[in-house]
């Protein structure tokens, strides 16, 4: 089946600090793969994607690169803000046909001063 | 403003009541979608609607019963709740059902179960 393997959290960092977080995935054909983010007492945003292996996506200092190879997708920014706390989904859809977005279970960042 | 506008934020509901939740797009989208979002959990799809047509109902129970009136109106109806249906209710839409499309999220209905 497909599926989607992210870091258990939280994970706390310092402002300015480097962040990292990991996420793998299965699947049964070729997957587009997304991070979204969800800040507290709001929906999931989309942050960033890429649609096919060797791309990289970005956005608001974030980037992830889709690694076939490895079937990951980790999510990295090289200087976090204290506004960047927020839970952080990854997912991924099969681009053939109509396909379920499946994320993972989603990963805490806590970012302090 | 994501695009997707969920109403209401917060609701509190006995049992035995009949409630509604309501999405609505203004993106132009074709497809729409609810989730579930209860805590320590991933996210659940429910239902799917392509078109107005419901493409998708993921074994929800009949308790949730959904309405698609056209492509930018989207509704739960919920009756005889029970208390593990409290959860974050999100609404999503997506241009089609293609892989690389991303689903725009609405802040969802925080629900209580009393």
């Given at each position: 089946g497909n599926s989607v393997t992210q870091m258990e959290g939280p994970v706390t960092l310092s402002e300015e600090a480097f962040l990292t977080i990991n996420c793998t995935y299965t699947a049964t054909g070729y997957p587009s793969l997304f991070w979204y983010v969800q800040y507290p007492g709001e929906g999931l945003q989309l942050l960033l994607k890429a649609t096919k292996a060797d791309d990289k996506g970005s956005n608001k200092g974030f980037e992830a690169t889709y690694r076939k190879e490895t079937t990951s997708f980790h999510l990295e920014k090289g200087s976090v803000q204290v506004s960047d706390s927020a839970v952080y989904f990854c997912a991924l859809r099969l681009n053939t046909g109509f396909q379920k977005l499946v994320f993972g279970t989603g990963t805490r960042l806590l970012v302090s001063p | 403003e994501t695009g997707v506008t969920q109403t209401p934020r917060h609701l509190v509901m006995g049992m035995t009541n009949k409630k509604s939740l309501k999405c609505e797009q203004h993106l132009g989208h074709n497809a729409m979608y609810w989730y579930k979002q209860s805590a320590k959990k991933p996210l659940e799809l429910m239902f799917v609607y392509n078109f107005k047509e419901?493409?998708?109902?993921?074994?929800?129970?009949?308790?949730f019963s959904p309405e698609c009136p056209n492509s930018s109106h989207l509704f739960l109806h919920l009756h005889?709740?029970?208390?593990?249906?409290?959860a974050l209710y999100l609404c999503a839409s997506s241009?089609?059902?293609?892989?690389?499309q991303p689903q725009h999220f609405g802040d969802g209905t925080r629900l209580s179960i009393l």
């Open positions: - | 419901q493409t998708e109902n993921n074994s929800v129970p009949s308790r005889t709740l029970q208390p593990e249906d409290s241009q089609g059902q293609e892989g690389n």
